[in-house]
């Protein structure tokens, strides 16, 4: 589905240096107060903006879910994001995808972590179609196995034997985790240009979709 931009569908601002900046202030309390001042109102206008599209594109409802950190007692968020899956409710049990910001960089990907007991059905299916896996996912996205640690390794720095690897470990491991998309370094200049970053998160959605398909 093409990107439309009318009059009222006003353009999306991007981001800014000072967005990636609350991941720098000290504490708590303040360092959520920047969060939700600055970055959660973009992250819920990303999920405005995208869910129409994410509901065509997989062929279910899929609904938007900001990150509240509402957990935390102590130690601030070092990431924050807004995730898309056919939950109403949550998303950390089902196959997701997630647009979100460290301070050094913004990711775009698919996610399925350690809560969702699709885990070893993804695994599976992804082992036994590593092939099309590695033949449909661009060389330059990152695969991680941990969504709290910022980055990951590119597929291809893995390799088939790393691929492999990861997801051998997700089928037996309990902790174990699987994301796949791209990593948008803090200045790029794509992240200041607010529809052709929209479109870079939609190409994105569409190349890791096989994965989320490969879920259930």
């Known amino acids: 589905m093409a990107l439309q931009t009318t009059s009222a569908t006003p353009v999306f601002s ?29 992250l819920h206008e990303l999920g405005d903006r995208l869910t129409p599209f994410l509901t065509e594109l997989c062929g279910e409802p899929m609904f938007p879910h900001v990150a509240k950190h509402a957990r935390r007692t102590i130690n601030p968020p070092n990431d924050t994001w807004v995730a898309f899956a056919p939950g109403k409710r949550g998303y950390k049990m089902f196959p997701h995808f997630q647009i979100g910001l460290f301070g050094s960089h913004l990711f775009v990907q698919f996610a399925i972590i350690y809560e969702s007991d699709n885990k070893s059905v993804f695994a599976e299916h992804a082992l036994g179609q590593l092939d099309e896996i590695m033949t449909h996912i661009p060389a330059h996205y990152v695969w991680s196995g941990n969504h709290m640690v910022p980055g990951g390794d590119t597929q291809g720095e893995l390799g088939r034997e790393g691929l492999t690897q990861l997801l051998q470990r997700l089928r037996t491991v309990k902790a174990s985790e699987a994301l796949c998309g791209i990593i948008i370094d803090r200045n790029d200049p794509l992240l200041r240009d607010g529809d052709a970053f929209i479109r870079t998160v939609q190409e994105t959605f569409r190349s890791v979709l096989p994965l989320y398909k490969m879920s259930f």
């Open 14 to 42: 991007g981001f800014t240096a000072d967005d990636f900046d609350v991941f720098e202030v000290p504490g708590l309390e303040a360092r959520m107060t920047l969060l939700i001042e600055r970055i959660r109102p973009k």
